[in-house]
Nanobody, 127 residues
Framework: VQLQASGGGLVQAGDSLRLSCAAS????????IGWFRQAPGKERECVAS????????YYADSAKGRFAISRDDAKNTVSLQMNTLKPEDTAVYYC?????????????????????WGQGTLVTVSS
């Protein structure tokens, strides 16, 4: 199983970025996908997750109204559109996959719930 996160970079406050997560080696449509981030000295946190069939999405309060998660099961990809970026969004962003079985609305937000992780992509937002 491989999850490949991409799309990070250095941007200015107020700019947008679109992160992508490409998955292989798993029955992608069965899995819930989450985007986590970890800033230096801070714990890893879930910023968004999407259930199988996109039946449900979750956003952290810090992401609501600015981030949008979507999935394309035909391409085995999940995207995270991040708008109006702030310096506090600076972190390494990871995508992860969680097998929710037959639960269509499974959007876990804890790291322990996820089975597979990508390598991370760095997002740096300058003020």
């Amino acid at each position: 199983v491989q999850l490949q996160a991409s799309g990070g970079g250095l941007v200015q406050a107020g700019d947008s970025l679109r992160l992508s997560c490409a998955a292989s080696g798993l029955a992608f449509s069965r899995y819930s996908i989450g985007w986590f981030r970890q800033a230096p000295g801070k714990e890893r946190e879930c910023v968004a997750s999407i259930s199988r069939s996109a039946g449900r999405t979750y956003y952290a309060d810090s992401a609501k109204g600015r981030f949008a998660i979507s999935r394309d099961d035909a391409k085995n990809t999940v995207s995270l559109q991040m708008n109006t970026l702030k310096p506090e969004d600076t972190a390494v962003y990871y995508c992860a996959a969680a097998d929710g079985g037959t639960t269509y609305f499974y959007t876990p937000i804890t790291s322990a719930a996820y089975d597979y992780w990508g390598q991370g992509t760095l997002v740096t937002v300058s003020s």
